[in-house]
């Protein structure tokens, strides 16, 4: 099953992504962005444990490759990272190394959220990026989201101390 925006597709990991996630693990500028742990080379194997632990059925999230509608590229992955499923919550996190400032990273968002929301029964949605990623913080703000909170000196990057933003959007209607 895939779910489509207006730009991108969010489908299952499979197997002929290994190759492309590989590529993204270590595009180190990316990964600054977001990964908390530090910023190391990746191995095949460790391109191959994501591939293996990010579905469904292994870890009791929902994670998805991101693909441009266009041409079918593989952009990276999205997904939820954790549920709350008594009160009704959830967080997503994306992670694309391609077709950024395009538009795909927030149709992907947004995707994401009608399917947290239609097909999950969510309340909430939460997401998280770090204070020097503006282009995260514009693109959640761009899909409705809000900024609830400020945790600060979380990340130490770059001989420096940085804050996590938090951000949440309410179900539609509510």
Known sequence: ???????????ALEEKDLNDLWRH??????????TDGP????TADDAEKILRDQTSHSTGVYQFAVEDLEDGRFLGRCGFTSLDRKNRHGEIAIHLGEGRGRGRGADAVRVLCRLGFEELGLHKITARTFDFNHACARCLEKC???????LRDELYRDGAWHG???YGLI???V
């Not at 099953?1 to 489908?11: H, P």
């Not at 693990?25 to 977001?34: H, I, K, S």
């Open 171 to 173: 179900a539609p209607g």
């Open 164 to 166: 996590v933003r938090v």
């Open 1 to 11: 099953m895939t779910y489509t925006g207006s730009l991108v597709r969010l489908r």
């Open 39 to 42: 910023v190391l080379p990746a």
């Open 25 to 34: 693990l270590n595009d180190m500028d990316t990964m600054r962005l977001v």
């Open 144 to 150: 409705g989201f809000t900024q609830e909170g400020l």
